[in-house]
């Protein structure tokens, strides 16, 4: 048996890494609307030891069967063309890393980023050719016009696991019940 101090050093080693992950996660998403299958596995590991370490299996249920139903529905959504399998993938991976109770912040936080994200695409590709000129402009004409939500997935799980109380070291004063929720 892990002591304590143990397990929060491990938790926040997990976190911090899942940071990593995200950043590179989002950069990929932008530079060629791709996020890589071996990356997004590293973050479910990541997610999958995270739920271990937490010791409450109840929670854990509730985080793999939220990916699970998440991942489902993104599955459905990417056969009609509405989402990229990329961005399921991801969306169901970080859910493994959020706690369960915070998984509603995640989810407000990703439509806030979301939407910021997809005003920026938006005046990006309307407004920004008026100020390039003629031959720049006709080149972004062809750029695709998608949005890359995986930044905003990665944004909104960089977010979420930051406020988390462990990673600001809240648990020095609740002690080691705080390791259970």
Same mark, same amino acid.
């Given at each position: 048996m892990l002591s304590p101090d143990t397990l929060v050093t491990l938790q926040k080693a997990i976190s911090y890494l899942a940071v990593a992950l995200l950043v590179v996660a989002a950069y990929s998403d932008i530079r060629t609307f791709r996020i890589p299958n071996l990356l997004v596995l590293a973050i479910a590991v990541l997610g999958i030891i995270h739920l271990v370490l937490s010791a409450d299996p109840i929670s854990a249920i509730y985080a793999v069967g939220a990916s699970v139903l998440f991942f489902v529905i993104g599955l459905f959504l990417f056969s009609r063309g509405i989402v990229g399998g990329g961005d399921v993938k991801l969306l169901a991976a970080t859910v493994l890393l959020i706690r369960y109770p915070d998984l509603f912040?995640?989810?407000? *936080?990703?439509?806030?980023?979301? &939407?910021?994200? @997809?005003?920026?695409?938006?005046? =990006? +590709?309307?407004?920004? !050719? #008026? /100020?390039? $000129? !003629? *031959?720049?402009? &006709?080149?972004?004409? =062809?750029? +695709? +016009? &998608?949005? !890359?939500?995986?930044?905003?997935? @990665?944004?909104?799980?960089?977010? =979420? #696991?930051?406020?988390?109380?462990?990673? /600001? $070291?809240? @648990? =020095?004063?609740?002690?080691s019940s705080f390791l259970r929720w």
């Open positions: 912040k995640f989810f407000v *936080r990703m439509s806030v980023f979301g &939407a910021l994200l @997809s005003i920026a695409v938006i005046a =990006t +590709r309307n407004y920004l !050719p #008026l /100020f390039v $000129g !003629p *031959r720049l402009a &006709a080149q972004m004409a =062809t750029i +695709r +016009r &998608a949005v !890359p939500y995986g930044v905003a997935i @990665s944004a909104a799980g960089i977010v =979420t #696991l930051l406020f988390q109380p462990l990673l /600001f $070291g809240y @648990s =020095t004063f609740l002690g």
